[in-house]
């Protein structure tokens, strides 16, 4: 019998099953073999349209129309059109300064997208199984950019004052995910993702500021193998997070579990919710195909 969903438990769905290389090779001989016998079905304008959506990007997520016909090469007139044509159709956003940015139907493609990830097939039932358990908000994420990006998300309905979903993004430099996963970055990484506009002006009251300022809870991040966010990304607000590694050992996600800060005092915190999250973790680990060194 299927397990029964929990309310309030935002997620991926598993993915289909990847056909094996030789299915894939077959099927690319078949569609060779099939456009050599039909003409051509590109649609120019809908290539027009991909070309512009894939200027946005974490480093530039927003763009003019006056820039974005330079970058893609295309007559100002022509631009226009496509520009308004994906607004319309709600994938780009229409911002009051002039500029546009990827709107709604670009983050539901993305969330799509998520689907197919191995990871995310893998960890769900673990977290789901540790959410059952603890009754807390538990999230998967990986590092993008300056960002963490979320690809399993929980939550406790209590949980009001963050309001995330799969496929948000929030500021690594406050968020117990983001601290344990640049922790792991090497120093030049490191300096090329984290800038001064990495830091939010709208933050906790306990956050860092500044890469100097947050450099030694990096090291102290790697040493112990845990992170926590003590009200740094929003006042109310604190969570404890530990890696997940692939066969290598290389960190590549990070799962945490979130809490309310007066319900969750720091030290109640470590002591009944960190071995969840850090048992999690190396379950997860363990299933990308990671074996924990004999103790």
Known sequence: MPAKRRPGVSTVRP?????????????????????AERPDYRVEALAKGLRILSL????????RISDIAVAVAMPLPTVYRVVMTLTSEGYLDHLPNGDYRPGVRVLTLGTAALR??????????????MGQECGETVSLGILTGDRVLYL??????S???????????????????????????DERELASRIRSSSFWSDHGPNARTSLAGLRADLAEIRSQGWAVQD????????SVAAPVREASGRVIA??????????????????????????????????LGHRQPDR
Do not use: C
């Open 15 to 35: 993915a289909r099953a990847v056909p094996t290389r030789s299915v894939q090779a077959a099927r690319s001989i078949q569609s060779a073999d099939a456009s």
């Open 56 to 63: 946005f990007s974490e480093q530039q997520p927003t763009w």
């Open 231 to 238: 009200e740094e990304l929003a006042h109310g607000l604190r």
């Open 159 to 185: 949980l009001v004052a963050a309001n995330i979903q799969v496929g948000s993004t929030l500021p690594a430099v406050h968020s117990s995910i983001g601290k344990l996963l640049l922790a792991h970055v």
């Open 152 to 157: 399993v998300r929980l939550r406790n309905s």
């Open 116 to 129: 197919s990830l191995d990871l995310v097939e893998l960890a769900t039932p673990r977290l789901q199984a």
């Open 254 to 287: 990070g799962v945490s579990v979130g809490v309310q800060s007066w319900d969750w005092p720091t030290e109640r915190m470590l002591v009944e919710l960190k071995p969840l999250i850090l048992a999690a973790g190396e379950d997860i680990s363990g299933l």
